[in-house]
């Protein structure tokens, strides 16, 4: 009987103790992104993050045609370049490269690591251009990709309470994190399905960067409205579109905020 009542005991102490686990990590991973001001859930540092980035991009560079000379390359790197330094975090370890595939894509991975396939290259205007690069260097700066990172782990760590609770390996669920981890790092930030939020959120301050960099904002109504005709011309939606929010939606939005984007833009147009 004893015994039972000590197995209660230990058993009601494993669970109380996951459930703190989880409280602290909730209380501590909760931080106000200083560009939008929005309180983002995030449970890796921006370091960790960065590694994981880095590591990611790897792993494409292996198994993909990533370009880093020629045409296509230097025109996505001076933009690049250019965007990042008027970003709000210049300091990054930014990269930015070509993919060669016929793929009207593009995406970022967190660090400010940043690739671009070359049929979008070749589609869009070099202002367009810039427009895209624009988008990816927010999702960049605004750690989306870290936040995505988080949301997966915090899964996790809800299967392994319950795992503490039935009283199961803790070793093995700490296995099945690193495991799911290293599956976001290797696939999931390449395919980018991010929320429509955090899509619109990119558009606003990408939008912003490009005009702050001297790029005219409205060819962020263009890039959409091309992006639409490419759509129709090819009978199904491409890569980049089927993870992003419709261009109609999307257009009228960078047009309402166009004001904005235009008076940012005549600042560099002014200066001597
Ligand atoms: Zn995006």
Known sequence: MNGLVQQVKQHMAKLRTGHLAVCLVLLAACTTNSVTGRSQFL???????????LAAF????????????????????????????????PGLDWEFVVIDEPVLNAWALPG???????????ALS??????????????????????????????????????IAVGASTDGETGALVAGLAAIAATGFVELPHSRFVELEADDIGTLYMA???????????LWETMASLKEGQ?????????????????????KKMPIYLAEFAKTQSAP
């Open 43 to 53: 449970m890796i540092s921006d370091s960790e993050a960065s590694a994981l980035g």
């Open 58 to 89: 790897n792993e494409v560079k292996k198994s993909q045609p990533v370009v880093t000379v020629g045409s296509r390359a230097e025109e996505v790197q001076q933009i690049g370049r250019r965007i990042a330094a008027v970003s709000d975090n």
């Open 112 to 122: 400010g690591k940043i690739a671009i396939y070359s049929k979008m290259v070749d």
């Open 126 to 163: 070099h202002e367009e251009l810039a427009a895209v690069i624009g988008h990816e260097v927010a999702h960049a700066v605004l750690r989306h990709g870290a936040e995505r990172v988080s949301r997966a782990q915090l899964a996790q760590i809800g299967i392994g309470v319950t795992a």
């Open 212 to 222: 702050r960099a001297g790029y005219n904002p409205r060819a962020a109504v263009s």
């Open 235 to 255: 009978g199904g939606p491409p890569q980049f579109l089927s993870t992003h929010p419709s261009d109609g939606r999307r257009i009228d939005r960078i047009r």
